[in-house]
């Protein structure tokens, strides 16, 4: 019964410790933050010639996280299926499409695929 004991308690220890996090704070990242935007990229992954959104996924679930918010989430849905283009290497262009002769507008968003910048974001009506 002892050896069960300490083997239970033994482990509970180990779960225990493995689920605490170390938290650096706000503080910690308003200061990243701030030297992110005084120096010109320092250690930063992204450099504006890799990819990051490489594929057609990826860039419809960045457009729709931002769509969402601003023009309604079933607005948005109701637009599929989307046009979807590659082009030029590093953008993608992503559009709404409706029914044929239905009146409406439909999104249009340009993602810069290097970064996940927005570049242009609109909705016709």
Do not use: C
Request: proline residues 2%; without cysteine; hydrophobic residues 40%.
């Amino acid at each position: 019964m002892k050896y069960f004991l300490v083997v239970f308690l033994i482990l509970s220890f180990n779960a225990y410790s493995q689920n605490k996090r170390l938290i650096l704070g706000k503080e910690y990242a308003q200061k990243e933050l701030k030297t992110t935007l005084s120096e010109e990229a320092p250690g930063n992954y992204v450099d504006n010639e890799r990819i990051l959104l490489k594929d057609k996924s990826s860039a419809i679930k960045v457009a729709e996280s931002i769509l969402f918010g601003i023009y309604g989430k079933q607005n948005i849905l109701d637009q599929k299926p989307y046009e979807v283009y590659f082009l030029d290497k590093y953008y993608w262009f992503i559009e709404g499409t409706l029914p044929e002769n239905s009146k409406g507008g439909t999104f249009l968003i340009i993602i810069d695929a290097r970064n996940s910048k927005i570049l242009r974001i609109t909705h016709g009506k």
